[in-house]
Nanobody, 124 residues
Framework: QVQLVESGGGLVQAGGSLRLSCAASGRTFSSYAMGWFRQTPGKEREFVAAISWSGGIIYYADSVKGRFTISRDNPKSAVYLQMNSLKPEDTAVYYC?????????????????WGQGTQVTVSS
């Protein structure tokens, strides 16, 4: 079992930066692939970024590539999402997710545990 708690969301102007954090409980955090997803009202939850247990494999959605950076600190049981050059279309609730199986998928259905989400609002 893994429990996830996101933090770091807020209101920022376009072009600004935010760093999201996800704190995980559980002794096997280092064995989980981790992902960040986001969701706006009326839309499906979409993939943002994912990282393998070792940090050696990383994927990004095309919409955030070059602007967002995912990283993890296994001793601290934490994963981060550094978001730069934010745009109004990045406004969403951002969720952290953990996957216990093999692989680093972009499909939200392949993740086993989810946090409660943190709101990111980018003003124009």
């Amino acid at each position: 079992q893994v429990q996830l708690v996101e933090s770091g969301g807020g209101l920022v102007q376009a072009g600004g930066s935010l760093r999201l954090s996800c704190a995980a409980s559980g002794r096997t955090f280092s064995s989980y692939a981790m992902g960040w997803f986001r969701q706006t009202p009326g839309k499906e939850r979409e993939f943002v970024a994912a990282i393998s247990w070792s940090g050696g494999i990383i994927y990004y959605a095309d919409s955030v590539k070059g602007r967002f950076t995912i990283s993890r600190d296994n001793p601290k049981s934490a994963v981060y999402l550094q978001m730069n050059s934010l745009k109004p279309e990045d406004t969403a609730v951002y969720y952290c997710a953990a996957r216990s199986g093999v692989g680093v998928p972009a499909n939200r259905r392949e993740y086993d545990y989810w946090g409660q989400g943190t709101q990111v609002t980018v003003s124009s």
